[in-house]
């Protein structure tokens, strides 16, 4: 069925540093990937989104991409802050309504 | 905040208990979801309303029924749960159903329930 893997499950960097957090999915119809920041005690809220019609896109520190021939897409964000230290997860849309979330990242930034 | 508000924040329940959860949004959206959060696990989707009308059940146990009196409003009742039904309970909602322009979810800051 539909899957979406999401790596690493933790990463810490050190302040300053870039982090990158990689998923894969399995449907091809997918059209439409999302990121999400969950912030302890808080839902999910989402930061930056791609579509598939783009390879690439940029928000201040932080950027997304996007490999359809592979089913890969990327998060990078640069210059980590600590209030980066969030769990991020990523989603694809198969074109339907269904997304589908990888499991998240728990993401650490050491001052 | 988001727009989309949950209450109630934490709950704890018996078994036997029945309660529902709340899940209100001020962003004029059409379509509204029900997920639920467990540690270590991806958020599973349990239900999808669009226009006030069901159309997904993801095998969702009946012991979880879902009401949605009009697109503003999101309701999850509970009764007999498990244990294992503990979770972060997370109403999100979004202009139109997913893949298209104005698709993105906006979630609410959830419900902790504790099944004891």
């Known amino acids: 069925g539909e899957n979406v893997e999401q790596h690493p499950s933790t990463l810490s960097v050190q302040e300053g540093d870039s982090a990158v957090i990689k998923c894969t999915y399995s449907?091809?119809?997918?059209?439409?990937f999302p990121w999400y920041k969950q912030e302890l005690g808080k839902g999910p809220q989402l930061i930056i989104d791609i579509r598939s019609n783009v390879g690439e896109k940029k928000d201040q520190r932080i950027a997304v991409t996007l490999n359809k021939t592979a089913k890969h897409f990327s998060l990078h964000i640069t210059e980590t802050q600590p209030e980066d230290s969030a769990v991020y997860f990523c989603a694809a849309i198969p074109g339907g309504f269904k997304t589908i979330f990888g499991a998240g990242t728990r993401l650490f930034v050491k001052a | 905040e988001t727009g989309v508000t949950q209450t109630p924040r934490h709950l704890v329940m018996g078994m036997t208990n029945k309660k529902s959860l709340k899940c209100e949004q001020h962003l004029g959206h059409n379509a509204m979801y029900w997920y639920k959060q467990s540690a270590k696990k991806p958020l599973e989707l349990m239900f999808v309303?669009?226009?006030?009308?069901?159309?997904e059940n993801n095998s969702v146990p009946s012991r979880f029924s879902p009401e949605c009196p009009n697109s503003s409003h999101l309701f999850l009742h509970l009764h007999t749960l498990q244990p294992e039904d503990s979770a972060l309970y997370l109403c999100?909602?979004?202009?139109?159903?997913?893949?298209?322009?104005?698709?993105?979810?906006?979630f609410g800051q959830g419900t902790r329930l504790t099944v004891v």
């Open positions: 449907d091809s119809a997918s059209n439409y």
């Open positions: 999100a909602s979004s202009q139109a159903l997913g893949g298209g322009l104005n698709t993105e979810a906006f």
């Open positions: 309303y669009n226009f006030k009308e069901q159309t």
